[in-house]
């Protein structure tokens, strides 16, 4: 990995690591809207990748994959920062399934199937379905959900310094409780496909081939959990903001 000089040699060190940034941009993808391209993550994630390479002191080990996933990660979120990825009349109409997905649990008292969600949405089943394949990128907590700011950028919305940081949020202890609630009253595909995703960090593709569907009806699935956890706490997140903006004022 170094050259006859003793410096490292970059293009050998970017060919070894060139998985490791494909793997980061899959794993990004599946929380993005499906107009993001995987070609553009993947040629901003290699611009972290050469950094990391010209900062990194330590040898090219273990550690260094750490930094090096942080430092791509990064890179892409700005390549993306710029961007709104989520059209503002999708959000509308996830903020209907979610209000759908509300009214017809507290009717009904179990999870509604698609089928009934649908129908509550006043639109075919294959509508209803090609609307969640359109909202990859369907996100739990926006920044949006803590104020009125509806015209803030997509990526600022998820990782942002302030009371209503994403992250702060979900380490509230009622919120994780009824967060772990919320999971375990997921339909059990959806309950399983998030299992998958999330605790054993498979992509859609590899989610897919355990499920026995294809990528884009994960990626369904994954949209429509996500809609049904939001529809439970978004109130709670909501509550969560004003407590930490409450004990900062009186901090």
Same mark, same amino acid.
């Given at each position: 990995?170094?050259?006859?000089?003793?410096?490292?040699?970059?293009?050998?060190?970017?060919?070894?690591?060139?998985? *490791?940034?494909?793997?980061?941009?899959?794993?990004?993808? &599946? /929380?993005?809207?499906?107009? =993001?391209?995987? $070609? !553009?993550?993947?040629?901003?994630?290699?611009?972290?990748?050469?950094?990391?390479?010209?900062?990194?002191?330590?040898?090219?080990?273990?550690?260094?994959?750490?930094?090096?996933?942080?430092?791509?990660?990064?890179?892409?979120?700005d390549g993306l920062r710029a961007n709104d990825w989520l059209p503002r009349n999708l959000r509308r109409e996830l903020r209907r399934i979610e209000q759908a997905i509300n009214q017809l649990e507290h009717?009904?008292?179990?999870?509604?199937?698609?089928?009934?969600?649908?129908?509550?949405?006043?639109?075919? *089943?294959?509508?209803?379905?090609?609307?969640?394949?359109? &909202? /990859?990128?369907?996100?739990? =907590?926006?920044? $949006? !959900?803590?104020?009125?700011?509806?015209?803030?950028?997509?990526?600022?919305?998820?990782?942002?310094?302030?009371?209503?940081?994403?992250?702060?949020?979900?380490?509230?202890?009622?919120?994780?409780?009824?967060?772990?609630?919320?999971?375990?009253?997921?339909?059990?595909?959806?309950?399983?496909?998030?299992?998958?995703?999330?605790?054993?960090?498979?992509?859609?593709?590899?989610?897919?081939?355990?499920?026995?569907?294809?990528?884009?009806?994960?990626?369904?699935?994954?949209?429509?959990?996500?809609?049904?956890?939001?529809?439970?706490?978004?109130?709670?997140?909501?509550?969560a903001v004003g407590r930490r903006r409450k004990e900062k004022s009186l901090g």
């Amino acid at each position: 990995m170094y050259t006859a000089a003793g410096q490292p040699d970059r293009n050998e060190l970017v060919q070894r690591f060139v998985p *490791l940034v494909k793997r980061v941009a899959y794993h990004l993808l &599946a /929380r993005l809207p499906a107009n =993001v391209q995987f $070609e !553009d993550l993947v040629q901003n994630g290699m611009i972290g990748l050469l950094d990391a390479i010209d900062r990194f002191q330590e040898g090219f080990g273990a550690q260094f994959e750490t930094y090096a996933t942080q430092r791509v990660r990064g890179a892409m979120l700005d390549g993306l920062r710029a961007n709104d990825w989520l059209p503002r009349n999708l959000r509308r109409e996830l903020r209907r399934i979610e209000q759908a997905i509300n009214q017809l649990e507290h009717q009904h008292g179990r999870a509604p199937s698609e089928q009934e969600l649908a129908d509550a949405l006043g639109m075919g *089943l294959s509508e209803y379905q090609k609307l969640l394949q359109d &909202a /990859r990128g369907h996100q739990l =907590v926006y920044y $949006e !959900d803590f104020g009125d700011e509806e015209d803030a950028d997509f990526l600022e919305r998820h990782f942002v310094d302030s009371d209503g940081d994403p992250a702060g949020i979900l380490e509230d202890k009622d919120i994780r409780e009824n967060l772990v609630k919320a999971i375990a009253r997921l339909p059990e595909r959806e309950k399983l496909m998030m299992a998958l995703y999330y605790e054993q960090d498979l992509n859609l593709r590899e989610i897919g081939e355990v499920m026995g569907v294809t990528e884009s009806r994960v990626c369904q699935l994954h949209s429509q959990a996500i809609a049904r956890l939001r529809g439970q706490l978004v109130g709670e997140v909501k509550q969560a903001v004003g407590r930490r903006r409450k004990e900062k004022s009186l901090g």
